[in-house]
């Protein structure tokens, strides 16, 4: 049977999915300031920094409509799939069904699934390469579905950002919380919560004592970590990223870690210097 898998651009792509007709990327769009930015390969993220660097407003997001989802699933495919990131932090996962339901009402025996990631970023890449593991090994699209949702229910991500302005900007954290953070080089560990959004779990001085913490983490929730695929994507700080990947690969041994720069929503959410890893 052939697929084809559709993945909101907060999900980065694989290099070898990028000229492979069954991967898409629907593009969310990004406003700073009035300035519009449509998430795909034009995307340049050190100017998109350099703007959201100089605005005081935080940088909004709007979903894909409805009608970018019913394009990205066109084709002949046998099985389609969504994967957007978390129903709690876009309305992206709603556009996806929208999208299904109109093409289920001209084409009632398609095969359609839309995975609601409760991630965001890296994470959707995962699921993107289980729906892709659980299809070249053959599995009927229900197995499929049932076993990608499973997979789901067990992931987490973890992330520690460089700078707090986002939060401040967006409101998640007061002015004086910001001022005081900064001034004492507080780091927050966050992790996503089992619905989906995001929680802080954790903090540390500096972003190196951070990092460490988010470890220790990671190596405290995942079970038989030789077994898993781990994966981290990181806004503008290769060196950082794969220092971290280092010291994970020491202290964990996963089956593999992929390592991916973020784009342009990714780098919305994880602010310059950010790490999202995701297990």
Not at 88 to 117: D, Q, V
Not at 233 to 241: G, L
Request: aromatic letters at 6%; hydrophobic letters at 40%.
């Amino acid at each position: 049977m052939s697929f084809k898998i559709a993945i909101d651009s907060c999900g980065e792509l694989l290099e070898e999915w990028k000229n492979d007709a069954r991967y898409v990327s629907v593009p969310l769009t990004l406003m700073v300031d009035g300035y519009t930015i449509v998430d795909d390969e034009t995307f340049d993220q050190a100017d998109f920094l350099r703007r959201v660097a100089e605005s005081p407003e935080c940088p909004r997001s709007a979903c894909p409509s409805p009608e970018s989802y019913m394009k990205a699933f066109e084709g002949n495919a046998d099985h389609l799939y969504g994967v957007t990131l978390s129903a709690e932090l876009s309305g992206s996962y709603n556009s996806a069904m929208t999208a299904r339901n109109m093409l289920l009402e001209t084409e009632p025996k398609r095969k359609i699934h839309i995975f609601n990631s409760r991630s965001a970023s890296i994470g959707e890449t995962l699921i993107g390469m289980k729906i892709t593991e659980c299809e070249e090994a053959g599995m009927s699209f229900e197995k499929v579905v049932s076993t990608v949702e499973k997979y789901i229910d067990s992931q987490i991500t973890y992330f520690v950002l460089e700078s707090l302005e986002s939060l401040r900007k967006n409101g998640r954290l007061s002015r004086v919380k910001a001022f005081v953070a900064t001034a004492l080089k507080i780091k927050p560990v966050m992790q996503s919560t089992p619905e989906g959004n995001i929680c802080q779990i954790d903090q540390a001085r500096g972003i190196n004592k951070a990092l460490e913490r988010m470890i220790d983490h990671i190596a405290e929730n995942t079970k038989d970590p030789r077994n898993k695929i781990l994966a981290i994507s990181h806004c503008n700080c290769k060196e950082r990223a794969s220092a971290l990947l280092g010291k994970i690969k020491e202290r964990l041994s996963p089956a593999k870690i992929i390592l991916l720069d973020t784009a342009g929503v990714s780098s919305l959410y994880a602010s310059d210097g950010g790490i999202i890893v995701v297990v």
